[in-house]
DNA sequence: CCACGAAGGTTGCAGCAGCATTACGGAAAC
DNA sequence: GTTTCCGTAATGCTGCTGCAACCTTCGTGG
């Protein structure tokens, strides 16, 4: 586990690392936003630590940088101030978490582990396709991370698709996903959604392509 | 928030889910153990509290079954045996606190406080969406910083959404946040909640708004 | 290499499932 | 006693969905 701490206070900056160290966790140190970014590009963090006042400006005009480019690194924001409308501020930005000086190690260690283990959790239940983010369990798909709505029996078949992407899904199989024992199914219905959904991904920029294997079934692939 | 309460003596159950009722907790009781481990197996608690001495068996022996099912729901014993040395027997076997009777409610309320606190979310503490910020543990709404009343069903539905902002929450997931298993719903009450929600919302220019999913559910998301 | 049949693709349409809204009355809170 | 909350049901509306008709692509055998 790595960590980014932009923090210009060198003597919190290094027992936090120290105090960090004992938890397995490796710090990289930076005391400017500009090194800050710079970093980022070069290291894969599982989470950043983020001091507001800086020599070099205001913290959380990191924030909106670093989603801009894409990553969604958690950061926990530190400062001395810590008024409910500044951390409103905070977590309104992008942040992940807030914390106000003076903390305990134990109560950073603490917020660190639980906006660690979101996406890690989540990843166990999200498949990345293209530029989707699909979560079967919540039956929601992203796409650059806003919301893509889908028509439910549409839904039901990318996600079938999406669990085994790559791989072929036969038409059976399909038909099984969308459509429970009750529902019997008399006409080529299947291959209509699956023409609407092709649409709308195209239309979304989705990333992603449905293929048909003749004879077999249907195929999620990036494009 | 929904709790499991294993309990033998009915009045004190009763009027301990009326008391959680006011908090805006939505709690399931059950007498026995064996059910208790089905109910667990049904849904999703956010804690449990409970009894040791019930009619079939010691309630700790919950605790490590529950743990080798491999749950980490926080679990409250309640019990009239309050010595020091059961206390040390509960924690020890994975209980997360332990509670003598007799309680006031806001001690428990307080535990249940804390119990979730600590596990996972930090951060979930708050919820800012739109100009609201929403504190699902003390069940209160601000808009701007001023206090924002919402009747208790309405309410629940708010904070089950707020927890899953931009992210579509399920019909199913927003029943079982509002409702109990023995409250039936006959009806299109929760479809009526979220009309007179969305009403309450708009007129208070909370800056939010609720999207349907059709098929799916609901979702929540900056105007 | 062409023709032909089968599998798949596309699209308009009608019906209806699912949702929104609102009024009403009983119940609970104040 | 008044007000608010809440479940129910009636009403209206939207757009999903199944169907069918028609078109395109694929693969095989002559």
Same mark, same amino acid.
């Given at each position: ?11 919190? =900056?290094?027992?936090?690392?120290? =105090?960090?160290?004992? #938890?397995?966790?490796?710090?990289? #140190?930076?005391? #400017?936003? +500009? ?78 582990? +639980? ?22 369990? #919540? ?12 028509? %439910? ?16 899904? %036969? ?5 099984? =996903? ?21 649409? %709308? ?23």
């Amino acid at each position: 586990m790595r960590l980014l701490l932009i923090e210009d206070e060198k003597e919190l =900056a290094a027992a936090l690392a120290v =105090a960090l160290a004992k #938890h397995g966790i490796v710090t990289d #140190h930076t005391t #400017h936003l +500009a090194d800050a970014f710079e970093l980022t590009l070069q290291n894969d963090y599982d989470a950043i630590l983020l001091d507001r006042r800086l020599p070099d400006g205001e913290g959380l005009t990191f924030v909106p940088k670093l989603r801009r480019s894409g990553r969604d690194t958690p950061i926990i924001v530190l400062t001395a101030r810590n008024e409910p409308l500044e951390r409103v501020e905070g977590l309104d930005i992008g942040a992940d978490d807030y914390l106000g000086k003076p903390f305990l190690v134990e109560e950073l260690m603490a917020r660190v582990r +639980a906006v660690l283990r979101r996406p890690t959790n989540l990843a166990e239940t999200e498949i990345v396709a293209g530029r989707m983010v699909i979560n079967p369990l #919540h039956l929601n798909v992203a796409i650059d991370s806003t919301q893509f709505d889908l028509p %439910r029996r549409e839904l039901l078949v990318l996600i079938a698709l999406a669990k085994r992407k790559n791989k072929t899904v %036969r038409r059976s199989t399909l038909e099984e =996903a969308v459509y429970n024992y009750e529902e019997e199914i008399q006409s080529n219905a299947l291959d209509a959604h699956i023409s609407r959904l092709r649409k %709308r991904l195209a239309d979304a920029g989705s990333g992603v392509a449905i293929h048909n294997i003749r004879g077999v079934g249907y195929l999620l692939k990036d494009e």
